[in-house]
């Protein structure tokens, strides 16, 4: 049974184009070979006659639903569907007992829980026993990245099954099996085409409701890219700033400014101030890298970053957006080092390690007799008047034994200098430490 006859409805009546081209069968499933071909892990369990539980997840409009009915038709199950968005504990208890009715005359289920990610965790929990038990073979469809929303032992009974953002020749597919279905050609010109492919965004769903769109226009002549702009509406990208997707690309950037890609960094804060992401979110972050991943090797980079904040604060967008474009691209630019970002770790990690140790009495102040009698600054020699303007003298605590290095420059931009400078004030306190 099709969703459309599942619903109750006449097949005289008008179905969405989507609907009239969902799949029959498992092989006409587009972009998806990696899980269902017979060397995927779907494709293997089938011709073996069986099927575990599993978790798919991928973005909308890839096929969650369709693979998931043909599943059960393949395996031989009753197929049996539920939402996690308008389902409770009564719900799963009712599609609990129809499976275990359905086991006792000798039928198997295949239950299909749409958004799963959206139970909480009591009531993930609920499918443990009847999963184990095998009451149900459970078939869970997420966009939410499992290991994050989902309980560890429900994952430790089910495998994960990824799917594919649909690509430019899957999609392609389905139009071809659109004008079959329509005996039409959509009424575009190839530009055009690929154009209508691109606003999909990997969505067959959505891809399929445009073409609808298109073979009810009747256009007298095929439409070029402007047109097709002009008829259909686009939507925007996929982007929750709250779920995997903020993060993922937030990363992107970060890497691509860390791998010193000008190109690719400005191509991820596009795609991320398209879609709406908050700007000084962005020029906190962009901060950061500079900190973390320039470091000493430019010390203007951080004041770049801050002063990209400042300007974005001042004019807003669009016109301020530029300002963080161009801190990206300095960031971006510039010599990388990460030694003042590794020597901080360093140094915390030492600190809780080494306790509340004091600091040698010679570099402490003694403003009183008593402090002064207790040896209190007894021998600190002051570094401007000596001569290079450094005594090498020792300033970790007496009981450290060893002398720890934190900060160790690279040879790139700015810290070259500096690393020689530390290495001859270094030689010098550890030659006067040793005595020489």
Sequence with gaps: MSLFESAGLDEAAPRPLADRLRPAALDEVVGQDHVLGEQGPLGRMLAQGRLASIILWGPPGVGKTTIARLLAKAAGLEFDAISAVFSGVADLKKAFDRARARR???????????????????????????????????V??????????????????????VLKRLDA????????????????????????RATLIAMADGDGRYLLNLAEELFALKADAPLGPGD???????????????????????????????????DAALYWLARMLGAGEDPLFLARRIVRMANEDVGLADPGAVHAALAAKDVYDFLGSPE??????????????????????KAWKG?????????????????????????????YGAGYEYDHDVEGGIS??????????????????TE???????????ERFRTIRSARRSGD
């Design 347 to 375: 140094a915390v990690r030492s600190a809780k390690e080494t306790g509340s140790l004091m600091p040698p009495k010679h570099i402490l102040n003694a403003p009183t007799r008593l402090m002064k009698s207790e040896g």
């Design 412 to 422: 790139r931009g700015r810290e070259a200098a500096l690393k020689e400078r530390l």
């Design 140 to 161: 869970g469809a997420t966009t939410e990245n499992p290991s994050f929303e989902l309980n560890a032992a429900l994952l430790s009974r089910c495998q994960v099954m």
């Design 169 to 192: 020749e899957a999609l392609d597919q389905l139009l071809i099996r659109a004008e079959a279905l329509e005996t039409s050609s959509l009424p575009l010109t190839g530009e055009a």
């Design 228 to 262: 097709l702009a002009a008829v259909l509406q686009k939507r925007a990208p996929v982007y929750d700033k709250d779920r995997e997707e903020h993060y993922n690309l937030i990363s992107a950037l970060h890497k691509a400014v860390r791998g010193s890609d000008p």
């Design 392 to 409: 090498g003298q020792d300033y970790f605590p007496d009981a450290m034994t060893d002398r720890p290095v934190f900060y160790e420059p």
């Design 104 to 138: 006792a005359a000798g039928q198997g289920t295949l239950l299909f829980v749409d958004e799963i990610h959206r139970f909480n965790r009591a009531q993930q929990d609920g499918f443990l026993p009847v999963v184990e038990e095998g009451v149900i073979t459970l």
């Design 320 to 341: 301020g957006e530029l300002a963080l474009a161009q801190a990206v691209v300095h960031l971006a630019c510039a010599p990388k080092s990460n030694a003042v970002y």
